[in-house]
C-alpha cells in the first residue's frame, strides 16, 4: 500500500507565498508523474501542475508564473511552491501521483487527503 501525506497547507494574506510538500511511502518501486490538484467549494477538482519523472513540468493557466512544482525523487516528495496568492487560490490541494509498487506491478493512482489553503484579501 502507498501512502501520501500532504503539509504545509494554511492561512495566508493576498499576495503572500506558501510551499505545500507530498511525501509518498510504501511499497514503492517507482513513480511516474506526481501533481497537484485543487478544488474550491462547489467546483469540480482541477489540475494545477505536475512533473514527470524527468523533470518536465506543466502547470494550469491560473497559477502559471506564480507556482513552481518540483520533486526529489530519493525522498519520494513532490512540492508546490505557491508565491504571488490570490483570494482565488483558495481551495484544497491535493497531491496525486502514478506509483509502481514492484518492477512486476502494474502502475497505480493514489491521491492525498488534501490541505486546505486559504488566501485572505
Known amino acids: 500500500q502507498v501512502q501520501l501525506v500532504e503539509s504545509g497547507g494554511g492561512l495566508v494574506q493576498a499576495g503572500g507565498s506558501l510551499k505545500l510538500s507530498c511525501a509518498a511511502s510504501?511499497?514503492?518501486?517507482?513513480?511516474?508523474?506526481m501533481g497537484w490538484y485543487r478544488q474550491a467549494p462547489g467546483k469540480q477538482r482541477e489540475l494545477v501542475a505536475f512533473v514527470t519523472n524527468g523533470g518536465s513540468t506543466n502547470y494550469a493557466g491560473a497559477v502559471k508564473g506564480r507556482f513552481t512544482i518540483s520533486r526529489d525523487n530519493a525522498k519520494n516528495t513532490v512540492y508546490l511552491q505557491m508565491n504571488s496568492l490570490k483570494p482565488e487560490d483558495t481551495a484544497v490541494y491535493y497531491c496525486?501521483?502514478?506509483?509502481?509498487?514492484?518492477?512486476?506491478?502494474?502502475?497505480?493512482?493514489?491521491w492525498g487527503q488534501g490541505t486546505q489553503v486559504t488566501v485572505s484579501s
Open positions: 510504501g511499497i514503492i518501486f517507482s513513480i511516474n508523474a
Open positions: 496525486n501521483a502514478d506509483v509502481r509498487p514492484t518492477a512486476w506491478a502494474l502502475e497505480h493512482n493514489y
